[in-house]
């Protein structure tokens, strides 16, 4: 499977792009900046430099699947973490890229219900998790807890609706890049933290 990562760069994309370089995935790195290219070849992958404020188009075209883990860290929330989003769904849809991964963030779906300066972020989340879940695609939404740069365990909580909590980055790219084959998780919606059950078998049960 040819896998497109946005946001490969990024916390949980570089965890992501790690994990599925070592797994039966061609994988392409989707980096902004031309500086950031050897940095992610590094990790024995493909790199494209593309930006999702602009035409990603050239990205796009050969992909079989698309994990999105791009974030502007709260400088341009509408212009990457909304539009962005949503450009590279309707990417995906018109050059026929079936498999779409999300990744989304704990009450995204309740910004109202959270504090003040979530909500714009929040909102935006909002936006493009619905913009997926309107599209042809087979998409997977996953929406971790507070992140943390602690150790993967290997072992989540995920479920519909879950108590507010952590997980690490490291264990959230292992639950996107297992979900992307995970047959259980087309067309579905979790949140997740870390807990007692091994990814794979958590999954299986979402």
């Given at each position: 499977?040819?896998?497109?990562?946005?946001?490969?760069?990024?916390?949980?994309?570089?965890?992501?792009?790690?994990?599925?370089?070592?797994?039966?995935?061609?994988?392409?790195?989707?980096?902004?900046?031309?500086?950031?290219?050897?940095?992610?070849?590094?990790?024995?992958?493909?790199?494209?430099?593309?930006?999702?404020?602009?035409?990603?188009?050239?990205?796009?075209?050969?992909?079989?699947?698309?994990?999105?883990?791009?974030?502007?860290?709260?400088?341009?929330?509408?212009?990457?973490?909304?539009?962005?989003?949503?450009?590279?769904?309707?990417?995906?849809?018109?050059?026929?890229?079936?498999?779409?991964?999300?990744?989304?963030?704990?009450?995204?779906?309740?910004?109202?219900?959270?504090?003040?300066?979530?909500?714009?972020?929040?909102?935006?989340?909002?936006?493009?998790?619905?913009?997926?879940?309107?599209?042809?695609?087979?998409?997977?939404?996953?929406?971790?807890?507070?992140?943390?740069?602690?150790?993967?365990?290997?072992?989540?909580?995920?479920?519909?609706?879950?108590e507010r909590g952590q997980v690490t980055r490291a264990d959230v790219a292992r639950t996107l890049g297992t979900a992307l084959d995970t047959e259980n998780t087309y067309g579905k919606t979790f949140e997740m933290i870390e807990g007692d059950e091994p990814i794979?078998?958590?999954?299986?049960?979402?």
């Amino acid at each position: 499977m040819n896998v497109l990562i946005a946001g490969s760069h990024g916390g949980v994309g570089q965890h992501i792009t790690e994990v599925l370089s070592e797994r039966d995935h061609t994988v392409q790195a989707m980096v902004r900046e031309e500086s950031q290219v050897s940095e992610m070849e590094a990790f024995g992958v493909e790199v494209v430099v593309a930006d999702l404020t602009e035409d990603v188009s050239t990205a796009v075209d050969g992909s079989d699947a698309i994990i999105f883990a791009a974030g502007s860290g709260g400088e341009d929330v509408e212009g990457v973490d909304r539009d962005g989003a949503i450009r590279l769904i309707d990417e995906a849809e018109e050059h026929g890229v079936p498999r779409f991964v999300m990744l989304s963030a704990i009450n995204a779906d309740n910004p109202e219900e959270s504090p003040d300066a979530l909500r714009p972020y929040l909102e935006a989340k909002l936006a493009a998790d619905e913009h997926l879940q309107a599209s042809e695609l087979t998409e997977t939404i996953v929406r971790p807890g507070e992140l943390t740069n602690e150790s993967a365990t290997g072992r989540i909580e995920a479920a519909r609706r879950v108590e507010r909590g952590q997980v690490t980055r490291a264990d959230v790219a292992r639950t996107l890049g297992t979900a992307l084959d995970t047959e259980n998780t087309y067309g579905k919606t979790f949140e997740m933290i870390e807990g007692d059950e091994p990814i794979e078998s958590a999954l299986e049960t979402v």
